[in-house]
């Protein structure tokens, strides 16, 4: 057996997995703000439910985690949350309550991918769906939630593409149109383009083969095939992003990887991420609901990966975060200091404080060598002959300071050593 994870996978641990819990603190917090409620679904669902996001998609086609259990059933590990999300909205019957309603959700996807920087079988997304709100605030509401997000954790350089794919009175036109300019360059078309004509002519504007690319530019656009309504909805998009002082650009050509997209549709990228540039995804898909089985309700959210965010944040020099801090550790020096260590220790994690202390039974120069690798910022020396008169020694490890306190003082006197400016 070896003691290896699998392709794709990663271990996060301190000091790297404090600088994501920042992040989902940031989120969670804006979240809070924006008034968007936490959901937890599973991790795996039925089968059929994913192949309800579009039987021509790269998730379906060939990149889903599916098995069947012991009883049988094929489940399949969640490749994206919205699906979820929509699911459970119509079995607890949600669309009955009071509505809108908004939710976010944090936690691990899984995609069968060939594993390269920014794409993992196992990744990370945040992200958040409005379900009930038919309206052009909606849309906007979670793009300038998204850029709230990379505002607070100081990210520049992000870009908004925004586009419209329409609805199902509009979109068949520009579908035919979209279908009609490719069908004279057939030959040129990688063999999954080829496919998609067949099958999902749009998808043909999201390839990523270099040939198939270049024939883009001259592609009908979106936006001048809407139909008045979607055309008034998008320009409201706009008009509310642009009055919340948040940078968008229109991206005539931009459609999303799944298919239960409708109208508005967007990305964030950024240019410090390479091949894999796309941070967060979203869009309106006021057609889901209805189609697993739910009363017609429109809604609208983004995922975001999490991974490339973190990713974009180092390459900007983002990545100063608390970290762990150990605000006390107690090294005992004789036998019946030995005794008291722990309990003092516990005294002051009670009060609040993040303390830790010997039990390996080491020697006084190795319990200090410890505090200083685990970055304590005070050290608490306990001695036999102090601790009988009541009293213990603190040093404060930045400056090398050490002062008596007093055992009965103990919390009031580390709080007033910890208050000292380091240095
Ligand atoms: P891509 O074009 O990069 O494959 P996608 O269209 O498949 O992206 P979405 O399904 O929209 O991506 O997911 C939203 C976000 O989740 C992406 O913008 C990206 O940040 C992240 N993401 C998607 N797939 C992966 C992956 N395999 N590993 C890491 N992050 C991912
Ligand atoms: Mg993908």
């Known amino acids: 057996m070896q003691a290896q994870k699998p392709r794709g996978t990663a271990d996060i641990f301190s000091p790297e997995v404090e600088r994501w819990q920042h992040v989902e603190g940031v989120a969670r917090n804006l979240c809070r703000e924006y008034n968007y409620g936490e959901i937890r679904i599973p991790e795996f669902e039925h089968t059929e439910l994913f192949l309800r996001i579009g039987e021509v998609t790269d998730i379906v086609q060939k990149e889903m985690y599916t098995f069947l259990d012991r009883g049988g059933r094929s489940l399949t590990l969640r490749p994206e949350g919205t699906v979820g999300v929509a699911r459970s909205f119509i079995e607890n019957k949600l669309y009955g309550g009071v509505l809108p309603v908004k939710f976010y959700y944090l936690g691990p ?189 429109p809604a609208v959210g983004f995922a975001l990966g999490l991974e490339r965010l973190l990713s974009i944040l180092k390459t900007q020099g983002r990545t100063a975060t608390a970290g762990r801090p150990l605000d006390v550790f107690v090294v005992a020096t004789g036998e019946s200091s030995r005794k008291q260590a722990p309990r003092l220790a516990q005294r002051l994690r009670h009060a609040g404080y993040a303390t830790d202390v010997d039990f390996l039974d080491r020697s006084v120069k190795a319990q200090m060598k410890h505090a200083g690798r685990v970055g304590a910022r005070t050290v608490l020396m306990l001695g036999d002959a102090e601790l009988a008169t009541g009293q213990v020694l603190v040093r404060h490890m930045a400056s090398g300071r050490q002062d008596v306190l007093e055992l009965g003082d103990l919390e009031p006197g580390v709080a007033a050593v910890l208050g000292r400016k380091d240095g």
């Open 109 to 297: 996807m899984f995609r069968y991918e060939r594993p390269q920087a920014g794409r993992g079988r196992q990744f990370h997304q945040f992200g958040v769906e409005v379900f009930g709100a038919s309206g052009p605030w909606a849309d906007a509401e979670t793009i300038l939630l998204a850029v709230d997000l990379f505002k607070r954790l100081g990210l520049t350089d992000l870009a908004v593409l925004l586009n419209s794919l329409g609805c199902p009175d509009c979109r068949p036109a520009y579908r035919q149109q979209v279908l009609a300019y490719y069908q004279d360059y057939r030959h040129q078309l990688c063999r999954a383009c080829r496919e998609r004509m067949d099958r999902n002519p749009l998808r043909l504007l999201d390839c990523k083969e270099e040939t198939c690319r270049s024939l883009l530019a001259d592609a009908p656009r979106a936006t001048e095939a809407l139909c008045p309504e979607c055309d008034s909805h998008f320009e409201t998009v706009q008009a509310f992003l642009a009055g919340a002082g948040a940078n968008s650009r229109v991206e005539p050509r931009l459609v999303r990887g799944l298919d239960y997209y409708t109208r508005t549709v967007y990305e964030v990228v950024s240019k410090d991420l390479g091949a894999q540039n796309t941070v967060c995804g979203g869009g309106r898909y006021d057609g889901l609901v209805e189609a697993l089985g739910g009363p017609p309700t």
